[in-house]
């Protein structure tokens, strides 16, 4: 089955320490995102990627970084500069150029106790 | 990226049409118009776009006026299942694939 997967679904972690969320695509698309969403609100996004070794930041980016060694790959790490860390993450892909409908993964959802 | 306007909240029977509204008012000429919705604690799902005329698909029917500054969203026969959150995007075909999600119509779905 074609899709994204994140992993884990639920992620807890001592302040002050940093956490890597995963996520991974095989619908072969060039571009993924990352966003954040926080109760009751909308999506925000923290980084994206049009390409391998390429990104850019969103609206949020900061305490937050990311990696595009690989076209199915886009970790997400959340340093300890996050002052607000406990959300709900989620990743998507899409194919590259315009218009493009995103699909997203099931979420990973943090709490940073 | 023009701003949208949805209400917060919508109830809909089980079995009717639901028919979600959005503003987009300073819409310009390239700017598309999605819709995607968010049942709880999962990602987002795309359900449609358009540029100016109507278009349907399995999941629902897009409406765009004439003036393009308002769309409707037809989900023509309602179930529980359909009880999400609804957000309604417009994007510009040259802003690579970043999408803005406001705050959504919270629908409620009741038997």
């Known amino acids: 089955d074609g899709g994204i997967t994140q992993s884990p679904k639920y992620l807890f972690r001592k302040e002050g320490q940093n956490v890597t969320l995963s996520c991974e695509q095989n619908?072969?698309?060039?571009?993924m995102y990352w966003y954040r969403q926080d109760p009751g609100q909308g999506l925000r996004l923290i980084y994206y990627?049009?390409?391998?070794?390429?990104?850019q930041k969103g609206d949020i980016a900061e305490g937050y970084s990311v990696s595009r060694e690989k076209k199915e790959s886009f970790p997400l790490t959340v340093t300890s500069a996050q002052k607000n860390p406990t959300a709900f993450y989620l990743c998507?892909?899409?194919?590259?150029?315009?218009?493009?409908?995103?699909?997203f993964g099931p979420g990973t959802r943090l709490t940073v106790l | 990226d023009a701003k949208t306007t949805q209400p917060p909240s919508m109830d809909c029977a089980e079995g009717r049409a639901a028919n979600l509204p959005c503003n987009h008012s300073?819409?310009?000429?390239?700017?598309?118009v999605y819709w995607y919705r968010q049942i709880h604690s999962q990602g987002p799902q795309y359900i449609i776009h358009g540029l100016k005329n109507n278009e349907t698909n399995e999941m629902a029917s897009l409406i765009i006026t004439e003036d393009r500054k308002s769309s409707t969203l037809i989900l023509p026969h309602a179930t529980l299942r359909d009880t999400a959150v609804y957000y309604c995007i417009v994007r510009a075909n040259n802003a690579g694939n970043m999408l803005t999600f406001g705050g959504g119509t919270r629908l409620m779905v009741k038997p």
């Open positions: 619908l072969n698309h060039d571009a």
């Open positions: 990627s049009q390409i391998v070794n390429d990104f």
């Open positions: 998507a892909s899409s194919i590259s150029g315009a218009p493009r409908e995103q699909f």
């Open positions: 300073t819409i310009s000429g390239n700017e598309y």
